[in-house]
């Protein structure tokens, strides 16, 4: 809904329920999903973070130029426990995954990512650096992609709508659909450690076999060394 146009019922109103002629303008009649997300997806709040260039045009974004209230979004947070959207605006760096994936633990359930630019989505220009993360959806489930280099602010607010059908799609019942509801705490993504290389601990097993397998390698060379010997 605009905050510049009057309210219209029919935003809410689901279609599927019939309503007597005469009071369409009047009254609608929808269900909890249809208004709960509704109401989710006009008043979604930004975490107030940004990352490398493409943060730019988020800021631009949100400038009176675009209106990003316009989607009831203006209220950024600054505190990751009062936001409901992580927007990745720029390069993600080894060093920074460590604390995006801490950001992103510390908000509250229902939240969405938003991978803004080339850089958020797979490393960008920058893919394959020493120091770069090829995509945060790497260590992190990410709901839209914007693409661009940068993406200007209406590509920006296009994934905004993108983001809003998404939501406006859940449904209340549906586990699999809004799994947040679900029985029992939700489980945490675990956080990177950076070493000399970033290590994602869901994959330390494979890193375990790996290291096995190269020390066997090892042994088995220096076994058939000393054997020529
Ligand atoms: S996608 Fe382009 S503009 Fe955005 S952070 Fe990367 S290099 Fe900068």
Known sequence: MSNHQSFDLHELHDPEIPIPEGLE????????????????????????????CCAIEMIATASSRYDMS???????????RQADLLIVSGTVT??????IVRIYNQMP???????????????????????????????IPVDVYVPGCPPTPQALIYGFM????????????????????????????????LGPDIIDPRQASLLRQEVERQAQGVAMTEAQAEAGD
């Open 109 to 139: 359930e229902p939240k969405y990512v938003l991978a803004m630019g080339a850089c958020a989505s797979g490393g960008g220009p920058f893919k394959e650096g020493y120091n770069v993360v090829s995509g945060i959806d790497k260590y």
């Open 70 to 80: 316009r989607f009831g979004m203006e209220v950024m947070r600054a505190s990751p």
């Open 94 to 99: 080894k060093k920074m995954v460590v604390p």
């Open 162 to 193: 993108a983001l809003h059908k998404k939501m406006e799609g859940q449904q209340l019942f549906q586990r699999n659909s809004t799994p947040w509801y679900s029985r029992g705490p939700v489980d945490e993504i675990p956080i990177p450690i």
């Open 25 to 52: 303008g009047s009254i609608a009649a929808t269900s909890l999903s249809r208004i709960y997300n509704w109401s989710r997806a006009r008043s979604t709040w930004p975490l107030l973070f940004g990352l490398a």
